[in-house]
């Protein structure tokens, strides 16, 4: 995810750039399914040997850039922008604003729902807590077995994905994976995540913030409705 301050600005850049193309996709296609499920496997080939670079607790030299990093995977603060740049959009006016902060921030839902069901359903040890990284207890709410996927890392790439969709430049593109990257990276040297669990959370977020936004242009988000409240953001799509 990009910097707070630098959010606001792109989703008012993308709310002026061209639209996705009517025929997209909104599904990966199969050459994309395997580069994810490769990368996925590469990631879980590596766990414990990344693993083992990392001090328990995590590292120290980079402290202060991961512990700033972890800020861009906190949903809490992105559904917080989204919605104040949306209703300040629809005060003043400006519908392509709102209406690319809605389609952001419905690509960060469907990326948490996802998350959500993954991590309770799968059970895996966290690295601080084991050094198998096959260590799985499905169906537990306890925090220490919820490692798969990273929601960091959900959020993060939700949120780039998202935003890429909606801009559709190459800098735009660049930069907002380039720092969900980061993220990514400082879960694992906090020895909160595995890689794989890195992985899964990039690929999980990626297609749920870029296929919502092809939805939503698709259907159109004519009509939509936002509820905020002080600890969710609830939308409601009527998709034709």
Request: glycine share 12%; no cysteine; aromatic share 6%.
């Amino acid at each position: 995810m990009l910097p707070l301050r630098l959010a606001l600005p792109l989703l008012a850049l993308a709310a002026a750039l061209p639209r996705p193309a009517a025929g997209q996709d909104v599904w990966p296609s199969r050459r994309e399914a395997a580069a994810g499920v490769v990368l996925l496997g590469g990631a879980l080939l590596l766990d414990r040997t990344l693993e083992s670079t990392v001090p328990d607790g995590g590292g120290t030299r980079w402290e202060g850039l991961s512990d700033a990093a972890n800020y861009g995977g906190r949903p809490q603060w992105s559904a917080a922008l989204l919605g104040a740049t949306w209703g300040a959009a629809r005060i003043s006016g400006n519908r392509p604003v709102a209406d690319a902060a809605l389609h952001v921030g419905a690509g960060l839902a469907a990326g948490g729902v996802a998350n959500g069901v993954l991590k309770y359903g799968v059970g895996r040890s966290r690295p601080s807590r084991t050094d198998d990284p096959f260590r799985f207890h499905a169906l537990s709410g306890d925090n220490n077995r919820q490692s798969f996927p990273s929601g960091h890392a959900v959020v993060a790439f939700s949120l780039a994905s998202a935003v890429s969709e909606e801009a559709r430049r190459p800098w735009v593109t660049a930069a907002a994976y380039g720092a969900a990257a980061v993220v990514g990276w400082s879960r694992v040297y906090e020895d909160k995540h595995w890689a794989s669990d890195v992985a899964a959370g990039a690929l999980i977020g990626t297609l749920a913030g870029r296929g919502t936004v092809r939805l939503m242009h698709r259907r159109g988000a004519g009509g939509a409705t936002v509820a905020l409240t002080p600890s969710a953001i609830a939308v409601h799509l009527p998709l034709r």
